[in-house]
């Protein structure tokens, strides 16, 4: 697990303090190994973590006779195969690393090499024959990968930090994207809070040649449910999370497990535990009702690890807030992010890498709000004019109206992805800015790949395209690494994907159950409470403590004059008021001002 940053140079502007001056932005994602190179146009920088061949592994890396020059980050887990297979086509290797695999496969079959990989990644070779910059992303986008071109260079980094330094670089807000960041809590993909700074989406090559840049797609998510036995999708999943488990714990340093009160986390662990002593970590909050770390210990003792915990005070989560935000790039409105934070760093006194349940409610169905669908079947067969209608004569305060609303409205009309803060009329009161596109022009073009599935495949899809993208995978990732902590996600294998997206919606969602199929096949070895425990994520008691501990500190903060370029000040008072009042819970949208003020805050001298 590692940082770098490259610049295709335009022009000469760009020298050896620039680099080490960006490559320093990201040392906490390789506190081990610092390394430059300068290839042709290309500048080359590079921070290691070292977790494989620690002795051999360090990068930028090169081919066999210099013609090309790799950065790599993230994990390679089928890299042993792939490594075998080209010793015997001739290829001859210095170390025992994935990244140097990565380099002969992209020998073997230049830009079509991205196919074959089994893992997290995101890389990027000067290949100096051709003459073309190549990067990629692994097919989840679990690994980031930024980009921008300036009259004077093409860089390229695993944080958009590193790229503000860039000759030519201008900065500013991209207040374009402001309006989806209030929906969403996050930035949509490609675009980020930075102007001109974006994110090769997951599963995409980019290829730069000549002054043209080409962004292709080799992979893509389909689902394809088949109608088979339940036994035997029970079968296959415990095979293929066995196998993914497994490939995941390659490691020539200690690994461990993040570990909650819920199924994604536990399955994860007791599949670990089959394989020798594992140690898992766990973070709470001291509010019983916001915290798992009864459950999360309850767990360790019936799987028996060598269980940590920590508990997180408000003035803590605070304290490190501002921090937090400089390390995620992107403003994330998401409170959890702090627990990965504090997990991360109780873990990397211990471990170097950590295994993690992400993914999982994405990939097997495991949202509550998945069993929408289920719950709408009584009333989906009946004409929507029809159910407006009736929608339209229930009182307001009467139980059932908004059940007939959600009936009446098409599923892109009503669902947007896990996440959903600001709805559009509220923005409109919110933002100075006007005539900005809906949330629609995001998940609109996302839908329009879905038509044919069932409903639930059709939510899983957004929120694999969106949440799960630009939600939490940028907290995972930056979370971990602001810790020097390599995080794998075995669930976002994508063999395990492959066939899970086979499964039929009767077994994802199962009655008042979701991840049904993934709760019954792993039922004997996991403590009979985890099987039917519902979701609860990381829970994080901020509604209590914007009324409460951090009430001033936040009003202070979104009631800066900064914030008044972007918003009506009347309007960040009045959700502050009736929140505190109790009128409404708003602490969602108040900590989605509190995080784009943070972020402003960190990053205001960049524009």
């Not at 088979?228 to 200690?254: G, I, Y």
């Not at 998940?443 to 599935?453: D, E, I, K, M, S």
Request: hydrophobic share 40%; glycine share 8%; charged share 25%.
């Amino acid at each position: 697990m590692c940082g770098f940053f490259a610049v295709w140079r335009k022009a000469s502007r760009f020298g050896q303090t620039n680099m080490r001056e960006g490559t320093a932005r990201i040392a906490h994602r390789g506190p081990d190994e610092e390394a430059y190179a300068e290839v042709g146009p290309v500048s080359f920088g590079f921070r290691r973590l070292r977790v494989i061949d620690l002795a051999r592994g360090g990068q930028p890396i090169y081919n066999e006779d210099g013609t090309l020059c790799l950065v790599f980050n993230g994990e390679i887990y089928n890299y042993r195969w792939l490594r075998e297979e080209l010793v015997q086509k001739g290829h001859i290797f210095k170390s025992d690393s994935d990244s140097e695999v990565v380099i002969h496969l992209y020998e073997e079959e230049g830009e079509e090499c991205p196919q074959r990989l089994r893992g997290m990644f995101a890389f990027c070779i000067y290949d100096t024959v051709r003459g073309l910059l190549f990067g990629a992303r692994d097919r989840f986008g679990i690994k980031p990968f930024y980009y921008t071109e300036t009259p004077d260079a093409f860089a390229v980094a695993s944080e958009a930090k590193a790229l503000l330094g860039v000759p030519g670089y201008r900065g500013g807000v991209n207040r374009a994207v402001l309006p989806h960041y209030l929906t969403f809590q996050y930035v949509p993909e490609p675009e980020t809070m930075f102007n001109d700074i974006f994110r090769l989406p997951p599963a995409h090559s980019l290829t730069c040649r000549d002054g043209a840049m080409l962004i292709k797609r080799y992979w893509d998510i389909k689902f394809n449910p088949t109608d088979r036995p339940l036994p035997e999708f029970l079968e296959e999943t415990r095979e293929v999370l066995r196998e993914a488990v497994k490939l995941h714990t390659q490691s020539d340093v200690p690994w461990g497990a993040f570990l909650s009160g819920g199924i994604d986390s536990t399955v994860i662990v007791a599949l670990l535990r089959e394989l020798g002593p594992v140690s898992t970590f766990s973070v709470g909050y001291g509010d019983t009702a916001y915290s798992e770390l009864p459950e999360a210990k309850e767990t360790a003792r019936y799987l028996e690890t060598d269980h940590e915990e920590y508990l997180i005070r408000p003035d803590e989560f605070w304290h490190h807030l501002p921090e937090l935000v400089w390390h995620l790039d992107d403003p994330v409105a998401d409170p959890a992010a702090v627990s990965l934070y504090f997990v991360a760093r109780l873990a990397r006194r211990k471990i170097t890498v950590a295994l993690s349940g992400e993914g999982a409610d994405e990939v097997f169905g495991g949202y509550a709000i998945y069993r929408q669908p289920y719950s709408l079947r009584y009333l989906s067969w009946l004409p929507r004019p029809l159910l407006r209608g009736a929608a339209g004569l229930v009182p307001g305060f009467a139980p059932g109206r908004n059940y007939l609303r959600r009936a009446a409205t098409p599923l892109e009309e009503r669902y947007f992805g896990n996440a959903f803060v600001f709805g559009e009329d509220e923005k409109k009161l919110l933002l100075k800015q006007k005539n900005f596109p809906p949330a629609t022009a995001v998940t609109a073009p996302l839908y329009a790949q879905t038509r044919g599935l069932d409903d639930v495949a059709r939510m899983q899809y957004i929120d694999l395209k969106t949440w799960m993208v630009g939600d939490i995978l940028v907290k995972a990732d930056k979370m971990t690494m602001a810790n020097s902590l390599e995080l794998r996600v075995p669930y976002l294998d994508h063999h395990v994907f492959e066939f899970a997206a086979t499964i039929p919606a009767r077994y994802k969602v199962h009655g008042a159950l979701t991840k049904y199929v993934l709760r019954q096949a792993f039922c004997d070895i996991v403590p009979p409470e985890a099987v039917n425990r519902p979701k609860r994520g990381f829970p994080v008691p901020t509604r209590v403590w914007l009324r409460g501990p951090l009430q001033k500190k936040a009003a202070s903060l979104i009631l800066d004059k900064a914030m008044e370029t972007y918003f009506h000040r009347s309007r960040i008072k009045k959700l502050l008021d009736d929140h505190v009042a109790g009128r409404a819970d708003n602490s969602r949208r108040i900590w989605t001002l509190v995080i784009f003020a943070l972020w402003l805050e960190q990053f205001g001298g960049n524009h």
